[in-house]
């Protein structure tokens, strides 16, 4: 079994930064791509960032210029910089991983998200 635990969320100003860490564990082979989501209110779940296992990053069109996506693959880490947070930020954030159980079996794993609120 894997699991992925998100850490990082909290309350902060407008114009603050928040920096999200999400560790996975268990029995992993190897991660593919890695991402971040959030869930506001009333809306569905949306993509903020994704990362592959090389680096290569896609972020939403409302969050491009401000967040960071990043990974630590020796630690099973993926990170999420926030820097000039905005109100409408606020949400749910979740972690979800593409998880090499063995070859070729993969799943698609998910954290139990962290809570982000921007006050303005």
């Known amino acids: 079994q894997v699991q992925l635990v998100e850490s990082g969320g909290g309350l902060v100003q407008a114009g603050g930064s928040l920096r999200l860490s999400c560790a996975a564990s268990?029995?992993?082979?190897?991660?593919?791509?890695m991402g971040w989501y959030r869930q506001a209110p009333g809306k569905e779940r949306e993509l903020v960032a994704t990362i592959t296992r090389g680096g290569g990053t896609i972020y939403a069109d409302s969050v491009k210029g401000r967040f960071t996506i990043s990974r630590d693959n020796a630690k099973n880490t993926v990170y999420l910089q926030m820097n000039s947070l905005k109100p409408e930020d606020t949400g749910v954030y979740y972690c979800?991983?593409?998880?090499?159980?063995?070859?070729?079996?993969?799943?698609?794993?998910w954290g139990q998200g962290t809570q982000v609120t921007v006050s303005s």
């Open positions: 268990g029995r992993i082979f190897s991660i593919d791509a």
């Open positions: 979800k991983g593409r998880v090499v159980v063995t070859i070729p079996v993969s799943y698609d794993y």
